[in-house]
């Protein structure tokens, strides 16, 4: 099979990089190419913009961790309901994904990029205003929409920039670490501009029950309180914050002006295209990879979409959550709970550079067996040090998780495109798809399980998620040997 069917490059494409096999890779350095080759600096400036596009995405992930709390006191909301605003955004961002997978291809991809961050950066400054309830899950839907458009031009530039070479896959990995480093950041910059509210607490006294206490939101709620089955509640420590104590539209400031300026490197690449430059993306055709039976293909694409629904469905969700799970159910204060957050994000960086040499001794299916056992360990570390409430625990868990976080999301598509079909706007249409329906539907149910049965469900549903992606990991596994042997 010919390199361009085997790794899915729309030679088509006149800005793509000339295909190079690795075995016959040029001794010029890339310092080199980039001062004596006009074709060269055209795709840095290319990487340099598609990668800053993601860190904004990346950012905005991290961000909106700490800032949750904040979030549902701005608009006067509980766990249950704020939920909604997660799910608004991954409904956007389907929504966006969907709609760029048919616009990419019909306009000028850099004009794409600039009008889809600059309408981004408009929605992340009035996030911190919307006061309204319908108004912020309106807020969020648009926000993921603007995001899910040029997603997909992310999916697609990042493969098809360099090509099937090694410094393509490297730049893959590149990438995903410019997303992470993004994401470790945000948190660390959002932290000072949090409400500094300390933790609530309510103790509930009932005739036929021990007093128990538990933690609150930190919203102001009423110091006298009553309940009709000879229940009396009161509140210790309360204090009261507002919309106007929040200074979280600084920090959602800064998120606009970095995306913005992404959308301005855009702009520039697009003014300077030649007159007879590509304006719109290429599609070729596509084929499975491989003797198997299309059955057996097609079966296999079907588990790498469960595979992708559920590993979104942590991956997206998981963070959201921590800093909310960490401040009221372990009683961490918010600065800790930001705190957690970044370390997720850094040890996800620390997988992802760990895969730029992983790829070179490693092979793809044996990566993702492995890193899919050690989240799940994980995760059920995580478990039980939350129910003991051992805080350690939880630290070296989140590090145990990050890091083979880090290294899923690249090495499966490099699995898909080197052992199942190309990796073309189709198939990274279909796994954008797939990726947003797992981060729209998880929202619904982590925020029902935790405000109505137990905090814990935190941690309990993304063990059970993580269990299953372990065994779609063992399917491509024994896909990928049982193929070698034949």
Request: charge should be positive; aromatic fraction near 12%; glycine fraction near 8%.
């Amino acid at each position: 099979m010919d390199k361009e069917g085997k790794y899915g490059v729309r030679s088509a494409d006149n800005d793509s990089a000339p295909m190079q096999d690795d075995d016959t890779k040029s001794k010029r350095s890339l310092c080199y190419e980039i001062r004596n080759s006009t074709a060269v600096r055209s795709l840095i400036a290319r990487s340099i913009a598609v990668s800053g596009a993601y860190m904004i995405l990346g950012w905005t992930k991290g961000q909106i961790g700490p800032a949750f709390p904040d979030i549902m006191m701005i608009s006067g909301t509980d766990l249950t309901k704020g939920s909604t605003f997660m799910t608004s955004l991954y409904a956007g961002q389907l929504v966006g994904s969907v709609l760029g997978g048919f616009i990419y291809s019909e306009m000028n991809k850099y004009i794409l990029f600039t009008a889809a961050l600059v309408l981004y950066s408009f929605t992340i400054a009035a996030i911190p205003w919307c006061s309204l309830y319908g108004l912020m899950v309106a807020a969020f839907a648009f926000l993921g929409v603007c995001g899910g458009v040029f997603v997909v031009g992310i999916g697609s530039e990042s493969v098809t920039i360099w090509g099937p070479t090694t410094r393509g896959r490297s730049y893959i990995m590149a990438n995903s670490g410019a997303y992470a480093i993004s994401s470790v950041l945000a948190p660390l910059v959002t932290a000072p501009f949090l409400l500094k509210q300390p933790v609530n607490y309510i103790t509930i006294t009932n005739k036929t029950t021990k007093n128990t206490t538990h933690p609150l939101s930190t919203w102001p709620i009423s110091t006298n309180l009553s309940h009709p089955n000879n229940m009396n509640i009161s509140l210790l420590n309360s204090t009261s914050v507002s919309q106007e104590d929040s200074r979280l539209y600084l920090a959602f400031t800064i998120s606009a002006v970095l995306s913005l300026i992404i959308a301005l490197f855009f702009f520039i690449l697009y003014c300077q295209q030649s007159p007879g430059g590509k304006q719109t993306a290429a599609n070729s055709k596509l084929d499975f990879i491989g003797t198997r039976s299309l059955f057996l293909k097609r079966l296999q694409l079907i588990n790498i979409g469960v595979f992708s629904i559920l590993q979104n469905a942590i991956d997206f969700t998981f963070v959201g959550y921590l800093a909310t799970f960490c401040i009221q159910y372990m009683n961490w204060t918010k600065s800790l709970g930001a705190s957690i957050t970044s370390v997720a994000f850094f040890t996800r960086l620390l997988g992802t550079a760990s895969g730029v040499f992983l790829v070179k001794y490693m092979r793809p299916h044996i990566i993702i067996l492995s890193s899919t056992v050690i989240s799940t360990a994980g995760f059920i570390c995580l478990t039980l040090s939350a129910v003991v409430h051992f805080d350690i625990g939880v630290w070296i868990s989140i590090c145990s998780i990050g890091i083979p976080f880090g290294l899923l999301w690249p090495i499966m598509l490099s699995w898909i495109n080197e052992n199942l079909i190309p990796v073309q706007s189709e198939i990274s249409g279909f796994l954008n798809a797939t990726a947003f329906t797992g981060a729209l539907v998880a929202p619904i149910f982590i925020g029902y399980m935790m405000e109505e049965i137990s905090l814990l469900w935190f941690c309990y549903l993304f063990c059970i998620k993580s269990v299953v992606i372990t065994g779609n990991a063992v399917w491509m596994f024994f896909y990928t040997t049982s193929d070698d042997t034949t």
